[in-house]
């Protein structure tokens, strides 16, 4: 078993003011999500304003997310179920078998977009038609998505591995990835799409250039001299029982992404259908808003998943409640003034994405709908995440399963059989399930957190 000199974020791991520590690592992981977010975000603001085919074309793009959150799906079923072992593995002081994990976790992405990228690229155009593209929306998705699929490989390793950057303590160098890649996306975007007059191709190629660039970051980093962990060739060979305990973990996030994939496909399909294109690219944006508030959510949990996870490992009960406990409140706090915001003034949200009167008036009406229950997220997304830093794979699996395949799935083709405005009940699902599974997820967490703690960490 090999040990290492941590750095002092690590070290404060296990002894430092849970507090201060979670602010250290969650502020610059929460701007990172943010960041990030604004690689598809920025694309379809640039998107929306294209003179004369603005809405179609954001549309178009908007229709490319299921196979995105399948590529996003793939990245993180090794990225976060391999990451909190690690930092497991790191609490006990075993060097050698959390670089172990993480090579085999880089090797498992290296396939996993091999694989992907020849399949999504020869089968978009199908795809595409099958998620409800319209021989005016269908030119502008196939043109985005076939140039973001051929350099998905990017996407994979920024994705999979940044993770095992924040969980080392490495929060800043994490953040530098994401704001690195952004930055040089948002500089290309109007060169591309305007300057160059490329359109979607143009906002396709910025995103890929700029995310090829974080890729180089991180790798750079992790064969470095400052990583605690280091990426290694010897540990690139796949090997089952290292392997496998991180997909079991990391399940619960391929579910949860991977269900996003089919949840796009089913609002899509039926908004399409009762709504029209209008229906479909307001749906574009409620999707773009909502993930202001769901990336900073991630990004507070990805800064209190190392503390839970190195005490967990090292089996000190009382810093792992203090943590969750902090994370929990900073992450219902910040849901509610998000709801608050959003049921106050939806207009300024919609108008952020779109010049279109016609459809800033409609996506306002449908946010107030969509994100009615969004303050409930706080609470889901906090226990979730911390059943998974807990090392919890089967739990987590059945609480991502919840929400998404048991409730909002469901709903969205069932709601509009009890509803005259069948639109109205096709967003209606979501703050519906939202508050549902908020209160069966926090409560089934709050009945096993100390049983969890007695029992202790298993290798």
Known sequence: MQTKTTNNTTQDMGSGSIPKLLARLAIPAVVAQIINMLYNIVDRIYIGHIPGSGASALTGVGLFMPILMLINAFAMLAGSGGAPRAAIFMGKKDIDDAEKTMGNCFA??????????????????????????????????VQYSRIY???????????????????????????????????????????????????????????????????????????????ILRLRKENLKLEKKVILPCLALGISTFVMLSTESLLSVSF?????????????????????????VLMPLQGICQGGQPIISYNFGAGNEDRVKKAFFTQFKVCVLFSTICWITVMLAPQIFAGIFTGEAELVNYTTWALRIYMAGIFALGFQISCQQSFMALGQAKVTLIMACLRKIVLLIPMIFILPFFFQNKVFAVFLAEPVSDVLAAFVTTTVFFARFNKILREGAKA
């Open 108 to 141: 498992l992405l290296l396939f996993f977009a091999v694989v992907l990228t020849i399949v999504f690229f020869v089968a978009a155009p199908e795809l595409l038609r099958l998620f409800g593209a319209s021989e005016i929306t269908l030119p502008y998705a």
């Open 149 to 227: 699929i051929a350099g998905s490989i990017f996407v994979f390793i920024v994705m999979g591995m940044n993770p095992f950057i924040s969980t080392q303590g490495f929060a800043k160098v994490s953040m530098m990835t994401t704001v690195i890649g952004a930055v040089i996306n948002i500089v290309l975007d109007p060169i591309f799409i305007f300057g160059l007059h490329l359109g979607v191709r143009g906002a396709a190629l910025a995103t890929i250039l700029s995310q090829a660039v974080g890729a180089c970051w991180i790798l750079r980093f992790l064969t470095g001299e400052k990583t």
């Open 268 to 292: 899509t399909t039926s908004l399409s259908r009762y709504g029209g294109d209008i229906a479909v690219g307001a749906m574009t944006i409620l999707t773009s808003v909502t993930q202001l």
